[in-house]
């Protein structure tokens, strides 16, 4: 029988939804009084933790509270005095914890691990406290990260020796950190330092000290040796400060852009280990075919997470045009429902600015975009006016070209571009001087996976966002900074090489000596010899230097064996011009590239008497020492040969129903300045493994020996080498390295010379940020052990992670 239900009157029950959209939420607020109780019971006032003791300083700064602009505590001002008491401590430490079996370290940070998840709600109510974050991100996503970095790298500690030989720490690391994720890039840094064998000195941000000197407390709970941990607080001079010592042996940095640069500035030709994790202004790809509904939500947790406070945040919407309308009208209505609120109340979804500079700096951007012409919208409700809060903010109109959408705002500020093509996608991301992260959003996996390897920069997630793990590496390119954070990647940056030999520096030439004859002997004149001036090797051609002029090579004897061309800034423009050109050699196989690699072998053998005897006509060595090098150089164009199609990436076993792969990456166009001893054997060691990972490069071969070099490319020409993939310029080696430095179309440097030459090179790079490995100790090139492997493929590639959910 049938029923029928009465149409609903005035008087007539809600309905389940009907009672649900009316529902509001109510606050939620996390208790916080076990928090607030820590910090009166050190009378709100914090020193420094240097070898295993609490040190005051001699001067505080008060730490404020983002929610309510109220003073949380007083903390103390490191000192260049309390930077060296805290190194010494880390210096005296070091030989006993380097000493320890790797299980007995492993031991220790397993315990740090373990201390974290027990006092986990503490440390997550004292990180919203002092950043301003919302509870439910520090309770859900940072605290946990923290603990399984801990854990991840407890792994690594127990495994170094068999997964990482002929490798050692660095020694003493400095460690300065930034104020968004305060807890979670400690962990970052000091997890892999410690599995490493290094001890630290680490430096918060001034904003938000707290929870590093809370994690100071735990390291006191569980009994690490005293010195090697250390906690120095204070503002950008005591960074400075920790940079500058010459007692520490690497420096880690995550900040700006602005500050990498000066510290790479500070640290050139110290010798000291780098790593910079910088800024970005990360694009976020939708293309047509994209779940909408899972994009809105993808774009509320790249942008609006941690109030946009994000290195790698998703500041930039790229959407292609025939969905741009309907994306937009999904996303305004989204942010009609964000809650911003005390970052204390588990139901709000962005918490409050870390600082009013900052606050001012995103208000300041925000105007510039709309004085610049583009289209500002903000919810209708009004953010909290005690503490600092700033709206989620969406921008659109805007132009590539904008000061917002080339500046990192570091703020909850969205701004919107379309696009018609992949390949228009691809050039809008890429339109930024940084490299860090980059999201893209497609139904078709073929797609995603064709562009995502196109993007410049350091990490991709298809379909997802902030996706972060201790087994899976974080970093980026270009001036997002270098280096990796997390996964085996990220330990190297911990190591060093254990060098077997120091290679024998060659005597200084006289140029004044002659050689001397014999005024009664009759000689007899004979015709001249056919001149033969080699020139520079630019594009697959001989090509002479723009200067016009040449320059003498003489052997050690002080006798003239020849002439090279003397190069210049033009000649190194024009190099590395044609190298930009050579990108196909990226795209090649690594099997094509090997087979390449192992013809030049093959005609450099069918000459290796003529090699060898030019190379014992410029030293002075006995023939049988060419022999010797041209040998060994066909050998180590056979490793590489061999590498070139093995040297692949990895599977990450990140916690995710997906997977994440480690992929290498060619850096790009990289400047190669080579050492004097092994004039061929040094040139071959450092060009083939750039080569065979699918780089192209511009070499300074050795300023001493040149011929070895100016011969190779007669070899080159005929060994089907692309044209701009091996390009040669003779000529002063530092004024040509520090041209290749300040070019901004040279990715990389490699200098083998002078502690001078390389400081040069170190300083100009910071121009661009472009990665450096310099050397000026020596190595003997000779020995495989120091002359060739893992670690010339590991500094020839740039590991990309791309995060591949999957299921439905």
């Not at 942010?335 to 911003?340: A, D, G, I, K």
């Not at 696009?419 to 893209?440: D, K, M």
């Not at 992929?663 to 400047?671: D, F, K, L, T, Y």
């Not at 520090?738 to 083998?752: K, Q």
């Amino acid at each position: 029988m049938a029923t029928t239900t009465p149409p609903a009157g005035p008087s007539a029950t809600p309905s389940v939804r009907e009672l649900y959209d009316a529902m509001s939420y109510g606050p939620a607020p996390e208790g916080d009084a076990p928090v607030r109780e820590w910090i009166a019971r050190h009378d709100g006032t914090f020193g420094h933790y240097i070898g295993g003791q609490w040190v005051a300083g001699s001067s505080t700064f008060d730490v404020l509270e983002p929610a309510t602009g109220k003073a949380l505590a007083q903390v103390a001002q490191g000192t260049v005095a309390d930077v060296d008491v805290a190194v010494a401590a880390a210096r005296a430490a070091l030989p006993a914890w380097q000493a320890l079996d790797d299980h007995a370290r492993a031991r220790w940070i397993y315990a740090l691990a373990r201390g974290i998840q027990k006092h986990a709600r503490h440390f997550a109510v004292l990180e919203t406290i002092d950043n301003g974050k919302p509870i439910r991100e520090t309770r859900d996503i940072d605290i946990p990260l923290v603990a399984r970095h801990f854990y991840h790298h407890a792994g690594w500690a127990q495994l170094l020796s068999s997964e990482f030989p002929n490798h050692h720490a660095h020694g003493v690391v400095g460690q300065v950190i930034p104020w968004n994720f305060p807890l979670l890039m400690l962990a970052w840094k000091v997890a892999p330092a410690l599995a490493a064998g290094n001890t630290i000195v680490l430096k918060p941000a001034e904003y938000t000290p707290l929870t590093a000197i809370r994690f100071a407390e735990l390291v006191h709970e569980v009994g690490l040796p005293p010195g090697v941990f250390n906690l120095v607080t204070g503002d950008g001079s005591t960074g400075a400060a920790i940079v500058a010592h010459d007692g520490i042996d690497k420096i880690a940095f995550t900040g700006s852009t602005e500050v990498g640069r000066a510290i790479r500035v500070a640290t050139a030709g110290s010798g000291k280990g780098l790593s910079l994790e910088l800024g970005g202004k990360s694009p976020f790809i939708v293309f047509e075919d994209a779940d909408l509904d899972s994009v809105v939500e993808g774009v509320v947790d790249a942008i609006w997470f941690n109030q946009g406070q994000v290195c790698c945040a998703g500041s930039r919407l790229l959407v292609q045009e025939g969905v741009a309308d309907r994306l937009l009208a999904k996303l305004r209505d989204r942010m009609e429902r964000l809650r911003v609120g005390s970052p204390l109340d588990k139901s709000v979804d962005m918490g409050a600015i870390v600082a009013p500079v900052q606050l001012e700096r995103i208000r300041a951007l925000c105007q510039q975009g709309i004085d610049e012409g583009a289209t500002c919208w903000q919810p209708s409700w009004a953010e909290p006016k005690d503490g600092w809060f700033h709206p989620p903010t969406l921008f659109t109109d805007v132009a590539p070209s904008a000061t917002i959408a080339q500046v990192e705002i570091f703020g909850p500020v969205l701004v919107s571009m379309t696009f018609r093509t992949p390949e228009e996608a691809v050039a809008l991301a890429n339109n930024t001087p940084f490299g860090l992260a980059a999201s893209v959003w497609s139904e078709n996996i073929n797609l995603a996976l064709d562009v995502a390897p196109k993007l410049k920069c350091g990490v991709v997630w298809i379909n997802s966002t902030n996706l972060f793990d201790a087994s899976a590496g974080f970093g980026g390119y270009r001036e997002s900074g270098f280096g990796r954070e997390g996964g085996r990647e990220g330990l190297w940056e911990y190591l060093t090489p254990i060098k077997a030999h120091e290679a024998v520096p060659l005597p200084v030439i006289d140029a004044t000596a002659h050689v001397d004859t014999d005024e009664d002997t009759v000689h007899v004149a004979a015709l001249p010899a056919i001149d033969r001036t080699p020139k520079l090797f630019i594009g697959g051609k001989q090509a002479r230097p723009d200067s016009g002029y040449s320059l003498t090579v003489r052997a050690l004897s002080g006798r003239a064996v020849g002439e090279v061309g003397e190069g210049n800034r033009k000649d190194i423009r024009n190099a590395v011009e044609a190298a930009q050109a050579a990108g196909g050699w990226a795209k090649l196989s690594g099997h094509q590239r090997a087979q390449i690699l192992y013809y030049i072998a093959e005609n450099l053998s069918v000459r290796a008497d003529e090699f060898a005897q030019r190379i014992a006509s410029m030293t002075g060595d006995a023939i049988v020492a060419g022999q010797v090098e041209v040998n060994a150089t066909i050998s180590r164009l056979f490793t590489y040969a061999a590498w070139a199609d093995k040297h692949d990436g990895a599977v990450h076993d990140v916690p995710l129903r997906g997977v994440a792969l480690a992929m290498h990456e060619p850096i790009g166009v990289v400047g190669v300045a080579c050492p004097d001893p092994y004039p061929l054997l040094g040139l071959v060691s450092l060009v083939a493994p750039l080569v065979a990972t699918g780089n192209r490069v511009v070499v300074v071969p050795s300023a001493r020996f040149p011929l070895a070099a100016t011969d190779f490319y007669s070899v080159l020409e005929t060994s089907d080498l692309p044209a701009g993939v091996i390009n040669i310029v003779t000529g002063q080696r530092d004024a040509l390295a520090r041209t290749l430095a300040d070019h901004d179309d040279v990715d990389a440097v490699w200098y083998f010379g002078s502690r001078v030459g390389a400081t040069a090179v170190e300083k100009a790079s910071a121009a661009n940020l472009k990665r450096t490995w310099t050397e000026w100790t020596g190595r003997e090139w000779l020995d495989p052990r120091a002359g060739e492997g893992r670690e010339f493929l590991r500094r020839a590639v740039q590991v990309k992670n791309i995060w591949i959910p999957y299921g439905e």
